[in-house]
């Protein structure tokens, strides 16, 4: 069955400095990919998603995640930290064509630092 | 456009007592879905509705919690009768079309459960 693991339940970084928050998955066959973000009260919203094509994933808000077969990985990166980052990020994954459920990591609490 | 309303929002019971949880999806979406989110874990799927018909309910634990579409538009979620471990956050999201894990999710604010 498929699954994802997020390394570091609260990730901290500095304002302006780089956003790493790391995802790797487990599945049988080609995943989709998806990462959602939760901002305190509300639910989540979309940030990006892999569905096979460019391994290379833009979102909102200048994230974007890389797809890493060979590393099973599909880390979140921001090239400068903004305060409004703070928030939960959910990784997720589904295996098309299968049961199609979207299986999510437990999340990652990100905090910025002034 | 407005988005996926839940009601209500914060809701405190006993355990064995009943409760209903509501949520109008975005208007014209075809799939709906109910997750619980218990604290310090990720969303986990309940059940999904594509209009009012039930694809997946593999997850919800039918001896007490239950779930209808009626019409197609929104939905009822209950939990009859509550248990402590049933404290988490119900959220409702909606998509536009299949239900396609592919199609983007439109999640609602959640309705936080607390069972004492």
């Known amino acids: 069955a498929q699954s994802v693991t997020q390394l570091g339940s609260h990730v901290s970084v500095s304002e302006g400095a780089l956003v790493l928050l790391r995802c790797n998955y487990s599945?049988?066959?080609?995943?989709?990919l998806f990462w959602y973000v939760q901002y305190p009260n509300q639910g989540l919203q979309l940030l990006l998603k892999?569905?096979?094509?460019?391994?290379l994933v833009k979102g909102i808000n200048g994230f974007e995640a890389e797809f890493k077969k060979s590393e099973t990985s599909f880390h979140l990166t921001k090239p400068s930290a903004h305060m409004s980052d703070a928030a939960e990020y959910f990784c997720a994954v589904s295996d098309w064509g299968r049961d199609d459920k979207i299986i999510f990591g437990k999340g990652t609490r990100l905090h910025i630092l002034p | 456009e407005a988005g996926v309303a839940q009601s209500p929002r914060y809701k405190i019971i006993e355990k064995r007592q009943s409760v209903a949880f509501w949520c109008n999806p975005i208007?014209?979406?075809?799939?709906l879905y109910w997750y619980q989110q218990i604290l310090g874990q990720g969303p986990k799927l309940l059940i999904q509705?594509?209009?009012?018909?039930?694809?997946?309910d593999s997850q919800l634990p039918k001896d007490r919690f239950s779930a209808e579409r009626l019409k197609g538009v929104d939905s009822t979620l209950k939990i009859q009768p509550a248990k402590l471990e049933d404290s988490a956050v119900y959220l409702c999201a909606s998509s536009v079309s299949s239900g396609a894990s592919t199609d983007t999710q439109y999640f609602g604010p959640g309705t936080r459960l607390t069972v004492l």
């Open positions: 509705f594509q209009n009012n018909g039930v694809v997946d």
């Open positions: 208007s014209g979406h075809a799939t």
């Open positions: 599945s049988s066959v080609p995943p989709y």
């Open positions: 892999y569905t096979s094509a460019a391994t």
